[in-house]
């Protein structure tokens, strides 16, 4: 089936710009997180949906940064005012929720602020 | 909190040299675990798990052992092939609570020459 898909795969914007990445999660899936994977670093947390409950936001670097995630599937995470420092792949993943379960990792958005 | 500390890279091992890959982990009650891989290149897919205490994880000939006694989860090969050059992730999904929070270490990144 299919798995998780993320989109654009490059992204290269001006400093300042607003940008959206999108993810589409495995169709069933209720657990939804966004990570930021600097050159050469390990992942940052950035934020996670599961199901109805409210999201946890508690990885956001900044006020610019939000997402959501509409009718439990699709998620958009946007970065406003982008700044160099934003530079990096932001990977999605999602999973079945249940405890245990692993998750399933998107191919990945490379952003490149200029 | 929860987290997940592994040893450090990069690891550089000669091809059929026996690997070890540290990692404990600090959680309250009774966590999954888990080894990701992220080859050159592509993005995370799982490599192994184990829920419980004592459980091993098993897969590509690499493995696991769950040990709840000294809160480890310690990744072994007996045998690197060239193709095992990666980065391996381990992390934990943190249970007793509402969500199924995923948290990943900083990352091994592993290099096998000829």
């Known amino acids: 089936g299919a798995g998780v898909s993320q989109s654009p795969s490059n992204k290269v914007t001006e400093k300042g710009k607003d940008v959206e990445l999108r993810c589409d999660p495995i169709s069933g899936h209720t657990a939804l997180y966004w990570y930021r994977q600097s050159l050469g670093q390990g992942l940052e947390f950035l934020i996670y949906?599961?199901?109805?409950?409210?999201?946890?936001k508690s990885g956001l670097p900044s006020d610019r940064f939000s997402a959501e995630r509409t009718g439990g599937s699709v998620s958009t995470l946007t970065i406003q005012r982008t700044q160099q420092e934003d530079s990096a792949v932001y990977l999605c993943?999602?999973?079945?929720?249940?405890?245990?379960?692993?998750?399933?990792f998107g191919p990945g958005t490379r952003l490149t602020v200029t | 909190g929860d987290s997940v500390t592994q040893m450090e890279g990069p690891v550089t091992l000669s091809e059929e040299a026996f690997l070890t890959i540290n990692c404990t982990y600090t959680?309250?009650?009774?966590?999954?675990l888990f080894w990701y891989v992220q080859y050159p290149g592509e993005g995370l897919q799982l490599l192994l798990k184990?829920?419980?205490?004592?459980d091993k994880g098993s897969n590509k000939g690499f493995e696991a052992t769950y040990r709840k006694e000294t809160t480890s989860f310690h990744l072994e090969k007996g045998s690197v092939q060239v193709s095992d050059s990666a980065v391996y992730f381990c992390a934990l999904s943190a249970l007793g609570t509402s969500y199924d929070k995923v948290i990943f270490g900083p990352g091994t990144s592993l290099s096998v020459i000829p």
């Open positions: 959680a309250t009650g009774y966590p999954s």
């Open positions: 949906f599961q199901g109805n409950s409210a999201p946890d």
């Open positions: 993943a999602s999973s079945p929720g249940t405890s245990g379960s692993e998750q399933y």
């Open positions: 184990a829920t419980k205490a004592d």
